[in-house]
């Protein structure tokens, strides 16, 4: 079983930056895939960054491509999304999530969810 545990989430103004960090125990070795989703209100969760186990192949959304960037530290079993020139409709919940594969992809563990909001 894997742990996921995110922090960094907050109140923040239209244009400013924020760090998400995801920290991972247990049976890391098992994680492959890991990545980030976001869920606001009436709308589905939607994946918006992952990056496979030796962080060599990312995918980010339209909607934050060039905003957003994820890292990962493998040594230290963590994962990163810094986001830059956040935007209102980026209010959301923000989850960790990894997968045990990269084909196919099947996020089996999450985060808590950290709350992010943007005003305006």
């Known amino acids: 079983q894997v742990q996921l545990v995110e922090s960094g989430g907050g109140l923040v103004q239209a244009g400013d930056s924020l760090r998400l960090s995801c920290a991972a125990s247990g049976r890391t070795s098992s994680l492959n895939a890991m990545g980030w989703f976001r869920q606001s209100p009436k709308k589905e969760r939607e994946l918006i960054a992952r990056?496979?186990?030796?962080?060599?192949?990312?995918y980010y959304a339209d909607s934050v491509k060039g905003r957003c960037t994820i890292s990962r530290d493998n040594a230290k079993n963590t994962v990163s999304l810094q986001m830059n020139s956040l935007k209102p409709e980026d209010t959301a919940v923000y989850y960790c999530?990894?997968?045990?594969?990269?084909?196919?992809?099947?996020?089996?563990?999450w985060g808590q969810g950290p709350q992010v909001t943007v005003s305006s």
């Open positions: 999530a990894g997968s045990k594969n990269m084909v196919p992809l099947n996020w089996i563990y």
């Open positions: 990056t496979s186990g030796s962080a060599g192949r990312l």
